[in-house]
């Protein structure tokens, strides 16, 4: 009699675990480790459990892959080793970008079904790269931009700003200082030159020569002069109430 009670509950043991063969894909290790215990504990004998064994080893999970990107190495290992998959980091590059120890990208892409145990490849950034910057004040933006190329550093931008003291595309700040440790980009500050004065050209013509290059310097005019054996101007290039800018060339002849 009670053989026949153990066949029968064998009979059903057998078609529970058909059923929960068919859903195993919705279900994790863990769960069906779990089944398998409540199984072997309400038929008490070495059979059923040995029957359930062979039939969780023999039995193939799916799961699917979650996305990385953004994740911590360590978050995402745990978050794998949860769903019975294993992390392998295939390589590690410097990234301005995503912080060091982050996910940048995996080769099995998320929403993908594999089976249980599979080695899911990643790539770990390691943060931005560390170098040393080199002072780049007074070189001409060319020479910096050279240097920049022989550094193999990444020029961000060039701004450009009016000066009166400094030449036109002469480099006077930079971001980050010479001496600092970076993983940024670069950024130049070069001078634009002074803001270019448009005046209407004063009559020299009868200033003594001393005045006339007094008053030429202070409006920023380059003056060539054409002497007569005079002291007083007489002539002039270019004519009275013509428009100049500063650094515009006026002949006077005295």
């Known amino acids: ?40 504990a309400a038929a008490g004998v070495t059979v ?21 990107s953004g994740r911590s ?22 990234d301005v970008y995503v912080p060091e120890g982050y996910i940048i990208e995996q080769d099995i892409p998320p929403g993908t079904y594999v089976s249980n145990d599979t080695s ?38 060039i701004i450009r700003v009016h000066s009166d003291t400094v030449s036109k595309d002469i480099i006077i700040a930079q971001h980050p200082d010479p001496d600092d440790w970076t993983g940024e980009t670069i ?13 209407y050209c004063p009559d020299f013509r009868g200033m003594p020569v001393s005045d006339a290059r007094f008053l030429a310097r202070e409006l920023g005019l380059v003056v060539i002069e054409r002497q007569l054996q005079g002291s007083v101007v007489v002539a002039q290039v270019p004519s009275p109430g013509e428009e100049l800018k ?4 006026v002949t006077l002849t005295f």
Do not use: C, H
């Open 1 to 40: 009699m009670e053989t026949i009670e153990k066949k029968s509950f064998l009979n059903k043991l057998k078609e529970k675990l058909s059923r929960l063969k068919e859903k195993v894909r919705s279900i994790t290790p863990g769960q069906l480790l779990t089944w398998a215990g409540w199984f072997s």
């Open 48 to 68: 059923v459990s040995a029957v359930i064994s062979f039939l969780i080893i023999s039995t193939v999970i799916e799961v699917e892959v979650p996305d990385l």
């Open 73 to 94: 190495r360590v978050e995402s290992s745990r978050l794998l080793s949860s769903l019975g998959l294993n992390l392998a980091v295939s390589e590690e590059v410097f």
């Open 120 to 157: 899911i490849k990643v790539v770990v950034s390691k943060g931005p790269e560390v170098r040393l910057i080199p002072l780049f004040l007074g070189k001409t933006v060319n020479k910096a931009e050279k240097l920049l190329s022989e550094e193999t550093l990444e020029l961000e931008k």
């Open 187 to 199: 950024t130049l500050i070069a001078s634009a030159g002074p803001y270019e004065v448009t005046y």
């Open 246 to 249: 500063s650094g515009s060339t």
